[in-house]
């Protein structure tokens, strides 16, 4: 494909566009903008530009359309496939400046905010209004543009969904450097084809978010969860199904094995308050009062119990939550930590089939002679495993690995589950999208992407391009 | 060893609301829970009685609902427990209810380690602990944050002192404030509190305490009366350098070996 390369002409007219020295950074582009968080996936780009507008930004790739320079949208940087990895250089418009959140609209229960905004930050500024954006990553640290660019789903799936359920409106900027509005403040919506639908999820390959419109709910005024220790991971996957069957609905159904907890532990410094068991089921319940969770999870503490679980722990203040959920939101890096190199599968199978996806990557672990270290969201059948270089070299690690994603993808399509349920396709997952989709399939996501993007400008080699 | 826990409930919330015209904290209708700082001091009782053997006694001063902690207590593994309850004991400064709890003591047992949260959310006096153990006439040393040696006649603990750590033996009995993070607390075990659901709770009046003379409790024993209460002014205190990267390095090494992370 024949992109114009980056020229100081160019570089005037981002110049002209910008004129803020600092939000142009042309030689010397830091390293951590040639790649993202995992995927291994890395090439600079020529530029990185920071607008704080959606018009610095309609006028970029208005530009970039005209002189067909390839353009790659970038949040905080904590994606984990590539997607915001500029693989055929040129500009980044690294969106973290536009961090503003421009409306809470209490009479409708939403807020509109600018891409860059930070989960974390947004989270807490609607609590300290008692209100609730349910989407709950791991990673704090990403931006909401981010999260919609993914579909990020998180650990209040089972009760609350993901991203996708609360984004009701989208300003975005096409690659021609048009400036669309999908959707709006409304709860319903017939009006034609669900664009924001599609937004979200495409990895940054469709347009640029300048400006999301997000469906808040009413704070919850009281949340517990159950740590329940299990004498076996087998036992403890087991109940799962159960569980769901049961119609308690928690906000999440989380697995973990104590190694992790030990490499959160040291990753924290800080200790979990358990740690009498190899496996354990997490589980979060909210609602109004403490009576009423109490309620609500009698059944299911008594259901676990009944299925061989040790104990049921309680965690119903603030500092028992963030003893637990602290050390749960820091598995990834935590892992990361443990090891040399790693390499992550996220696929999602239907709940049912969730123990038999945990035990199959366990025993995968002989078979492929590889560490997997695996923990995530049993409630919706979202697991990640990550598979661990350690002391093996880059080439033994990368055959090993790629023996075992083929097998893992392989289960995970035999049991009807899909290659990725949070993280996103990108850079990284390309083959393995391409082995699960029928053809008639990719052959729509190649004209839906030539409908935004004729001249493939946006991000290419992402999702199912080659 | 016979171990005793002092616990008190707290609001559960860390966003205390004041009233802006009474200056009183709003407590209707909140939720509440155990003093977090409590809660490492009976994590420490409950590993060494794991270590040690003996029981674990908890004692609580408040009204009739904060029995919730001592269940709650039951749920983390303590054997007994007893609430210090009388209209007579409301509105007790620092003094009359470490003389209260004192006085309680007395009455549930003899006990060789006492044990208390170095300070509580609501009050924040720190004082108490070492309040008590003036009136039971025992050894007291606060700002535990170690357990270094436990013997048959007494117990080595490290203290967090403002410009140092100091070890030192303490014969029992005696009391003990532990500091946060001593220990990880556990989580109250579902199991544990569906078994002692129907275990009893003694309350004590004033009818019970071994003094009986109503002006040494509540209002009427304290010398001191609260005024006004009101929130913190929030501490954000930040510090900005500047200098060479020599003498920033300097600077921060003897920052961080101020505040002992080094």
Redesign the interface.
């Known amino acids: 494909m024949g992109y114009k390369q980056f020229d100081e002409a160019d570089l005037k007219f981002l110049q002209s566009v910008i004129q803020q020295d600092d939000r142009i950074l042309y030689e010397g582009i830091n390293e951590e903008y040639s790649h993202d968080e995992l995927s291994g996936t890395s090439s600079y780009p020529d530029v990185v530009v920071k607008p704080i507008s959606t018009e610095e930004i309609a006028a970029i790739m208005s530009y970039a359309y005209e002189h067909e320079i390839p353009v790659t949208p970038r949040g905080a940087g904590t994606g984990l496939v590539g997607s915001s990895v500029a693989v055929e250089h040129g500009i980044m418009l690294d969106t973290c400046l536009m961090n503003q959140v421009l409306e809470l609209d209490e009479e409708n229960l939403t807020i509109t905010v600018e891409p860059g905004v930070l989960l974390m930050e947004l989270a807490a500024f609607v609590e300290e209004h008692d209100l609730f954006y349910p989407p709950d990553p791991g990673e704090k640290s990403a931006t909401i543009g981010g999260n919609i660019s993914t579909n990020a789903g998180g650990m209040r799936a089972v009760k609350y969904g993901v991203t996708r359920d609360y984004v009701r409106g989208l300003e975005v900027v096409l690659p021609n450097g048009e400036v669309a509005e999908f959707g709006g403040k409304v709860v319903k919506n017939s009006s034609g084809y669900a664009l924001k639908d599609l937004m979200v999820g495409s990895e940054g390959t469709l347009g640029i978010i300048t400006k999301a419109i997000l469906k808040l709910l009413p704070l919850p005024k009281k949340a517990i969860s159950l740590l329940i220790p299990f004498p076996s991971l087998e036992l403890a996957i087991g109940t799962v199904p159960k569980i769901v069957k049961s119609k308690a609905i928690p906000t999440a159904i989380e697995f973990m094995q104590r190694e992790v907890i030990i490499d959160a532990e040291q990753y924290l410094g800080k200790k979990f308050p358990d740690s009498q068991s190899d496996a354990y089921l997490l589980l979060k319940f909210d609602g109004n009062s403490t009576e009423e969770i109490e309620e609500t999870y009698d059944a299911v503490a008594k259901l676990c119990l009944a299925e061989g679980a040790m104990d049921v722990l309680i965690s119903d203040t603030e500092e028992r939550e963030d003893s637990i959920w602290k050390g749960r939101g820091a598995f990834l890096e935590a892992i990361k930590g443990s090891t040399t190199y790693m390499d992550e599968v996220d696929m999602v199978v239907p709940r049912s089939c969730v123990n038999e996806m945990v035990e199959y990557l366990h025993a995968l672990q002989q078979d492929a002679r590889i560490r997997i270290k695996s923990f995530g969201h049993a409630g919706d059948g979202n697991l990640h495993a990550y598979m661990l270089r350690d002391e093996l070299s880059q080439e033994e690690f990368e055959k090993r690995m790629l023996y075992a994603m083929d097998k893992v993808y392989a289960k995970a399509d035999e049991l009807g589950g899909q290659v990725s349920g949070e993280h996103g396709i990108g850079f990284a997952k390309k083959p393995y999208l391409k082995n699960s989709l029928d053809p008639v399939v990719m052959t729509l996501m190649s004209g839906i992407k030539k409908a935004f993007d004729p001249k493939n400008i946006l991000n290419p080699h992402k999702v199912f391009q080659d | 060893m016979n171990i005793l826990v002092c616990i008190k409930q707290v609001p ?3 966003k205390v609301e004041v009233d802006p015209i009474t200056g009183v904290l709003k407590r209707d209708g909140a ?1 509440s ?2 003093n ?1 700082y409590d ?1 490492y001091a009976l994590e420490s009782a409950l590993r060494l009685r794991e270590v040690h053997g003996g029981t674990i006694s908890v004692i609580s001063m408040g009204p009739p609902q904060a029995k919730a902690v001592i269940r709650e207590a039951f ?1 983390m593994g303590a054997d007994q427990g007893a609430l210090l309850s009388d209209r007579n004991f409301g509105g007790a400064d620092v003094l009359a209810t470490s003389y209260t709890i004192s006085q309680g003591i007395r009455k549930l047992g003899e006990f060789d380690l006492i044990l208390c949260g170095k300070q509580t959310t609501d009050g924040d006096t720190a004082q108490v602990g070492p309040e008590v153990s003036e009136y039971l006439d025992i050894p007291s040393v606060s700002n535990v944050i170690k357990i270094e040696k436990v013997e048959d006649d007494g117990i080595t603990v490290q203290m967090d002192l403002p410009n140092e750590l100091e070890i030192a033996k303490v014969y029992y009995p005696c009391l003990l404030s532990v500091d946060k993070d001593i ?11 569906t078994e002692t659901k129907e275990r009893e709770i003694p309350i004590y009046t004033l009818e019970d305490m071994g003094d009986k003379n109503k002006t040494h409790y509540g209002l009427n024993g304290s010398p001191t009366q609260v005024k006004r209460i009101f929130p913190p002014a929030v501490n954000d205190h930040r510090e900005a350098w500047h200098g060479t990267a020599e003498e920033l390095t300097g600077k921060l090494y003897d920052k961080i070996s101020e505040l002992k992370f080094i």
């Open positions: 559960a919330s860390s939720d829970k155990m977090p809660l749920a220990f990880q607390p556990r989580l109250p075990s579902y199991v544990r509190k």
